[in-house]
T-cell receptor
Framework: EVQLVESGGGLVHPGRSLRLSCTSS????????MNWVRQAPGKGLEWVGL??????????EYAASVKGRFTISRDDSRAIAYLQMNSLKSEDTAVYYC????????????????WGQGALITVSS | SALTQPPSASGSPGQSVTISCTGT?????????VSWYQQYPGKAPKLMIY???KRPSGVPDRFSGSKSDNTASLTVSGLQADDEADYYC??????????FGGGTRLTVL
């Protein structure tokens, strides 16, 4: 069974940093791109960024709203994806979901077939 | 949001309802990579439709998708009580990678 479990959420002051982890199981983590999607309270979904598999250089892409502040990385030996968030702002307050990008040859581009349960980040003084 | 969805939609049990998702030629109109997700309150989204009109295994065939020009649509036929949820569209958007719609709250009357 595929499972994605986010951890590391909580309350953080503006300007500070926080790192989320997404621990994966039930599939060959190393061959999949992993994405982060967030949802502000009562709002819609917003794509945050992705990290490709090492086959594709483990390259990353980010939404304009977080580029330069957020960094996504991965540890394939532990099947964990990370979201390092720096210079946090109040508008970063959201539930952050880790998502597996489905095999694009069968599901197209940036289709998310599995989601974690989400981790709440609250940025407030 | 980059894609425009109606904030709400409703229908009675057994009826059909269609939710629209309007973008531009740089996203919805430019690629056949539109997905639809269902989200219950407090839960993670679930993939319902991908590549405009394809259903993952396990999704009932009451859910269907289509696209015309810059507008994608999700149709739920034979509405059931547990279809009541929020629905989000997403589209591949080239250099912007992925954009979502603002979401539509579907109410089963």
């Amino acid at each position: 069974e595929v499972q994605l479990v986010e951890s590391g959420g909580g309350l953080v002051h503006p300007g500070r940093s926080l790192r989320l982890s997404c621990t994966s199981s039930g599939f060959n983590f190393g061959v999949y791109a992993m994405n982060w999607v967030r949802q502000a309270p009562g709002k819609g979904l917003e794509w945050v960024g992705l990290i490709r598999s090492h086959r594709f250089g483990a390259t990353t892409e980010y939404a304009a709203s977080v580029k330069g502040r957020f960094t996504i990385s991965r540890d394939d030996s532990r099947a964990i994806a990370y979201l390092q968030m720096n210079s946090l702002k109040s508008e970063d307050t959201a539930v952050y979901y880790c998502c597996r990008e489905a095999d694009r040859y069968h599901y197209g581009r940036l289709t998310f077939d599995y989601w974690g349960q989400g981790a709440l980040i609250t940025v407030s003084s | 949001s980059a894609l425009t969805q109606p904030p709400s939609a409703s229908g009675s049990p057994g009826q059909s309802v269609t939710i629209s998702c309007t973008g531009t030629s740089s996203d919805v109109g430019g690629y056949d990579y539109v997905s639809w997700y269902q989200q219950y309150p407090g839960k993670a989204p679930k993939l319902m439709i991908y590549e405009v009109n394809k259903r993952p295994s396990g999704v009932p065939d009451r859910f269907s998708g289509s696209k015309s020009d810059n507008t994608a649509s999700l149709t739920v036929s034979g509405l059931q009580a547990d279809d009541e949820a929020d629905y989000y569209c997403s589209s591949y958007a080239g250099l912007r990678n992925l954009v979502f719609g603002g979401g539509t709250r579907l109410t089963v009357l």
